[in-house]
């Protein structure tokens, strides 16, 4: 594989379809197994490239980041949804087609994110993780969060074990 140049930017309408694709293949790769299979495929077929596009013109904060041109990997940020910890901003998504996991483009898309989440104000944040999802604990551990408290999400009939990782304020 041919990588060329690298770089991380905000997304734009055109490439809901990208995104839209990488949540579809990382999201069946990260949660096959986790997720019952019926709720994963009605989670995965809500966000296709009409729901993408339609947050990118929402001005929601999205970024891509490409590798050789093609995009390979996309970030949600924002404000904390998390008001009862002490961190003022959130990550609340990254994800790399499963090709690109592993290889270290998810770090140079991760400091985009807090780069971002400075820029907005938000000098210290978090990130939620299915406790099960071993790789992305795995991630955010070598990214230097902390373990800064564990709760659950509801996803159809079960409650599935969440790990919060935070990043203080420098």
């Known amino acids: 594989m041919r990588l060329g140049q690298i770089g991380v930017r905000r997304a734009t309408a055109k490439d809901a379809e990208a995104i839209a694709g990488i949540h579809d293949e990382a999201w069946r790769l990260a949660y096959g197994g986790i997720i019952p299979g ?18 990118v013109e929402r001005r929601a904060a999205i970024l891509v980041i490409e590798v050789g041109g093609r995009i390979c990997g996309y970030a949600t940020i924002g404000p904390s949804r998390m008001r ?40 210290s ?3 939620r993780v299915l406790r099960d999802n071993e790789m992305a604990q795995g991630f ?5 969060g ?5 709760t659950s999400e509801r996803i159809g009939d079960r409650s599935l074990p969440v790990v919060v990782f935070g990043w203080p304020a420098p």
Do not use: T
């Open 38 to 55: 019926g709720n994963l495929e009605r989670m995965v077929a809500r966000r296709g490239p009409a729901w993408w596009a339609k947050a």
């Open 84 to 123: 009862m910890l002490p961190f003022a901003g959130e990550v609340y998504e990254i994800y790399m087609k499963p090709e690109y996991q592993g290889l270290g483009f998810g770090r140079p898309l991760f400091e985009a994110a807090r780069d971002e989440l400075k820029r907005y104000g938000f000098k």
């Open 125 to 127: 944040f978090a990130v």
């Open 140 to 144: 955010y551990r070598r990214l230097g």
């Open 146 to 150: 902390l373990q800064a408290a564990e």
